[in-house]
């Protein structure tokens, strides 16, 4: 099985809807890589709840809060293709050893079975998991893909922003296109 990593933003779907995409995707693990695992509109996202209720469903589960968002930049970030000071913070942390050694522990785990990364953001490029992808593809070669609330496996396409370091780490210093 070529390793390949998938995400996946719950939005405001119900259980039984994300079962059946995330089976129809052959996704076997979810990986939770919400800051603060809840949902004050729909209580089987609290992560107690998903623990229980996606494996029940014969799907993996594990928050990794290392993976998180809701980060904030650096004095002087470099990440300055970012307008939004989340997305700004955010690369930053891609960098630090945090998150190297998560992404690490992810992709051993897609490695061995179909992994998503899972967030609460339905739109991909509004969330995190966009930079997480960005990090697979660029960083580590491992492709990535989304997995949209219709059904369609769409394949990430890196922020245009970013640049790869001599040091295998992301930066996104590139200028914004206008």
Sequence with gaps: METLLHTFGHGTAARERIVGLLRDAGVEAVVDVRTAPGSRRDPDMLRDRLAGWLPDSGIAYRWEPALGG???????????????DSFRGYAGHTRSPEF??????????????RTAVMCSEAVRWRCHRRLVADYAVLARGVPACHLMHDGRVVSHVPTVGARLREDGLLVYDAAPAR
């Design 70 to 84: 809701f980060r904030r930049p650096a004095a002087g970030s470099p990440d300055t293709f970012w307008r939004n």
């Design 100 to 113: 190297v050694t998560a992404m690490r522990q992810l992709l051993a785990e897609a490695a061995r079975a």
